[in-house]
Nanobody
Framework: QGNLVESGGGSVQAGDSLQLTCEVI?????MGWFRHIVGNEREGVAA????ATSLAAWAKDRFAVSRSYNTLYLQMNSLKPEDSGMYYC????????????????????WGQGTRVTVSS
């Protein structure tokens, strides 16, 4: 897991913003952010591949994703208590199907996650 490091999580108030950062060592094609909220399945949040970004429908009005080389950023604005959970970064080392960038099965390198807690 030392190949991928996430940072930027923390505890904030509702309405605040956070930026998560993911740095990957080594050759990487697509990169993505996923989250696991207690009681739910892990879900795709945002991803980037070859200059194109993909965001989950529910995230489009509040979150943004960007990438610089092997660093992926997730800007989260207007955070809500229901956004609280573990956020994971993932990367892939070979071909990425663009139609599946928010599918966790696409990725073969995962971080240990960074916790986001949003209080009301």
């Amino acid at each position: 897991q030392g190949n991928l490091v996430e940072s930027g999580g923390g505890s904030v108030q509702a309405g605040d913003s956070l930026q998560l950062t993911c740095e990957v060592i080594g050759y990487t094609t697509c990169m993505g952010w996923f989250r696991h909220i207690v009681g739910n399945e892990r879900e795709g949040v945002a991803a980037e591949f070859n200059g194109a970004t993909s965001l989950a429908a529910w995230a489009k009005d509040r979150f943004a994703v960007s990438r610089s080389y092997n660093t992926l950023y997730l800007q989260m604005n207007s955070l809500k208590p229901e956004d609280s959970g573990m956020y994971y970064c993932a990367a892939h080392r070979s071909f990425c199907p663009e139609s599946r960038l928010l599918d966790q099965d696409t990725y073969n390198v995962w971080g240990q996650g960074t916790r986001v807690t949003v209080s009301s």
